[in-house]
Nanobody, 127 residues
Framework: QVQLVESGGGLVQAGGSLRLSCAAS????????MGWFRQAPGKEREFVAS????????KYADSVKGRFTISRDNAKNTVYLQMNRLKPEDTAVYSC????????????????????WGQGTQVTVSS
């Protein structure tokens, strides 16, 4: 399986921006669809965004459409999540996930132990 490490989380005021990164290692990155998920305290994990192996196809949760953008750089083995106009309800631990030979729609419904998952990075949005 591919190993995933997230970075870029932090504390930001409402209306601000953050960019999360997820660095992959261990396997051929371009074989994987990638996704971002989040989990707030006391809530279940929810899908945020996903991207195909080529970057040509993406999918977003309705709650983040128009504010978040997922992208990837296969040369750097990294997937990004640009988060703009952040809201307090975006506060959560954000994790990236990888699905070998998957796609944006299949990875959106993926749950452990399927696929590969990172440990997560905390995003806190203050009001």
């Amino acid at each position: 399986q591919v190993q995933l490490v997230e970075s870029g989380g932090g504390l930001v005021q409402a209306g601000g921006s953050l960019r999360l990164s997820c660095a992959a290692s261990g396997r051929t990155f371009s074989n994987y669809a990638m996704g971002w998920f989040r989990q707030a305290p006391g809530k279940e994990r929810e899908f945020v965004a996903s991207i195909s192996w080529s970057g040509g196809s993406t999918k977003y949760a309705d709650s983040v459409k128009g504010r978040f953008t997922i992208s990837r750089d296969n040369a750097k083995n990294t997937v990004y999540l640009q988060m703009n106009r952040l809201k307090p309800e975006d506060t959560a631990v954000y994790s990236c996930a990888a699905e070998e030979r998957g796609g944006p729609w299949s990875i959106a419904t993926m749950t452990p132990p399927l696929g590969s998952w990172g440990q997560g990075t905390q995003v806190t949005v203050s009001s």
